[in-house]
């Protein structure tokens, strides 16, 4: 069983085992090279993380690196992640900055039953050869493994005039 960090007041747990074995069948794609080695130092979203400029970079392994034909240098792409490192059992949260608890899935927060990133960040330099992306900046630690990569959009990810 994993050991979890102590409950602020009122988060609830999710009441499910465990122990039951699911598997998505997913295949890491890569790393995330980034600055923040320990929780405490990462920033809390990629706004702040771009406010530090500390630049970072994505590690493709070989297998998948012919599969950065077509990206290029000063395009924005959704970096999806695996959030290894976080927690998984919270139902609802207190987060720091709330007077009541809140739902997991109406915040950020990485602690989730599926700990999965989304990134928008742009690609500073593209080396497909080397499998090698520099990037403006990230909110996740270093060694974080990548899912994948998707195009930003903005005809059909930027939300349609007088929506949120």
């Not at 599969?67 to 919270?90: K, M, P, W």
């Not at 903005?154 to 929506?163: I, K, L, N, R």
């Amino acid at each position: 069983m994993t050991e979890y960090a102590a409950a602020r007041e009122g988060e609830v747990r999710f009441s499910f085992s465990e122990d039951r074995p699911w598997d998505a069948g997913l295949r890491f794609i890569g790393r995330i090279e980034s600055p923040w080695k320990q929780r405490r130092d990462c920033p809390k979203n990629l706004r702040q993380a771009r406010e530090r400029d500390e630049a970072a970079a994505v590690q493709i392994f070989p297998p998948f690196e012919e599969a950065l034909t077509g990206i290029e240098s000063g395009a924005h792409v959704i970096l999806l992640s695996f959030l290894d490192r976080a927690e998984r059992h919270l139902a609802l949260q207190m987060p720091r900055h709330a007077e009541a608890p809140r739902g997991t899935f109406s915040l950020r927060s990485p602690v989730r039953p599926n700990p999965i990133g989304l990134h928008l960040v742009k690609l500073l330099s593209v080396d497909q050869t080397a499998g090698r992306l520099e990037i403006d900046a990230v909110d996740v630690l270093d060694g974080t493994p990548l899912i994948d990569i998707k195009p930003y959009l903005a005809s059909v990810d930027t939300p349609p005039e007088g929506d949120g």
